[in-house]
T-cell receptor, first 112, second 112 residues
């Protein structure tokens, strides 16, 4: 069991740039969610996808978008990066929409 | 929307003592309550969870209790060990179980 894998692990971007983060769920898991974790705080929900359809969206601006592919992997895209977007971005997968969720190691994004 | 509060924010206990972390939630429709442990620089790891049709669940030294009427749930760790030192997050979600709302976290330190 390879677990949830995310790439890249670390990323430095400049304000105004665009970033794409990637997530591969545990084999067989069809649900993927994205969270933003600012240092010292709990993760905040951004998106959930199940069977390639968006099932939920958190309180984030339209600069944030995501999609899920036929193999259930997922991408999170952030446009027009702001300094405040600096955070650990976590992906979580689960077998179905409302079962236990397992997190990846995250992508540490730094916007300078 | 859902709001999850968590107390205390920091907790220090002597090795072998018990630790209790409490969370309250606001949305009576929430029906799934996981607890995650996050060590410094690592991914959140699911340690125990409980659904709203159950009042208590135990797994070795870890137990969770849920009071639906009062809308609060608690994590109990007995016989604490130094490796229990970490940040613990509670979360709540509804039918689409991955739209977790996390508490702000509790930093637990187990002193040898």
């Amino acid at each position: 069991d390879a677990g949830v894998t995310q790439s890249p692990t670390h990323l430095i971007k400049t304000r105004g740039q665009h970033v794409t983060l990637r997530c591969s769920p545990i084999s067989g898991h069809k649900s993927v969610s994205w969270y933003q974790q600012v240092l010292g705080q709990g993760p905040q929900f951004i998106f959930q996808y199940y069977e390639k359809e968006e099932r939920g969206r958190g309180n984030f601006p339209d600069r944030f978008s995501a999609r899920q592919f036929p193999n259930y992997s997922s991408e999170l895209n952030v446009n027009a990066l702001l300094l405040g977007d600096s955070a650990l971005y976590l992906c979580a997968s689960s077998l179905r929409s409302n079962t236990e969720a397992f997190f990846g190691q995250g992508t540490r994004l730094t916007v300078v | 929307g859902e709001n999850v509060e968590q107390h205390p924010s920091t907790l220090s206990v002597q090795e072998g003592d018990s630790a209790v972390i409490k969370c309250t939630y606001s949305d009576s429709a929430s029906n799934y309550f996981p607890w995650y442990k996050q060590e410094l620089g690592k991914r959140p790891q699911l340690i125990i969870d409980i659904r709203s049709n159950v009042g208590e669940k135990k797994d070795q030294r870890i137990a969770v209790t849920l009071n639906k009427t009062a809308k609060h749930f608690s994590l109990h760790i007995t016989e604490t060990q130094p490796e229990d030192s970490a940040v613990y997050f509670c979360a709540a979600s509804g039918d689409y179980g991955q739209n977790f709302v996390f508490g702000p976290g509790t930093r637990l330190s187990v002193l040898p």
